[in-house]
């Protein structure tokens, strides 16, 4: 399967980004599909995941409470719903897809990134 992220930009704190990740070819359909972070100077890191069959969802525990995944199967599209932006949130987000859980080596599949950028 192919994943193309798209969404990120540059905002203030406190405002909110919807990140969405395109799915094409054959879809992973009985596992996990998730977001994850690169933040400058650190590794890759679990932000959410979400089951395609309706399983989960899961949060990292930095953004649980301002950020929502979901999924809309007719249009094998995930998405990312970020609120209340910090400063910390500042990353290239990835999505990917065929994996398990939290485990990032378990993924199959990445999209490209998207660099998310929250000015103070």
Request: glycine letters at 14%; one cysteine or more.
């Amino acid at each position: 399967v192919q994943l193309q992220a798209s969404g990120g930009g540059l905002v203030q704190v406190g405002g909110s980004l919807r990140l969405s990740c395109a799915a094409s070819g054959r879809a992973f359909s009985t596992y996990d599909w998730g977001w994850f972070r690169t933040a400058p100077g650190r590794e890759r890191e679990f932000v959410a995941v979400i089951n395609w069959s309706g399983g989960g969802p899961l949060y990292a525990d930095s953004v649980k409470g301002r950020f929502t995944i979901s999924r809309d199967n007719a249009k094998n599209t995930m998405y990312l719903q970020m609120n209340n932006l910090k400063p910390e949130d500042t990353a290239v987000y990835y999505c990917a897809a065929g994996g398990n859980g939290v485990l990032i080596s378990s993924y199959r599949s990445w999209g490209q990134g998207t660099l998310v950028t929250v000015s103070s």
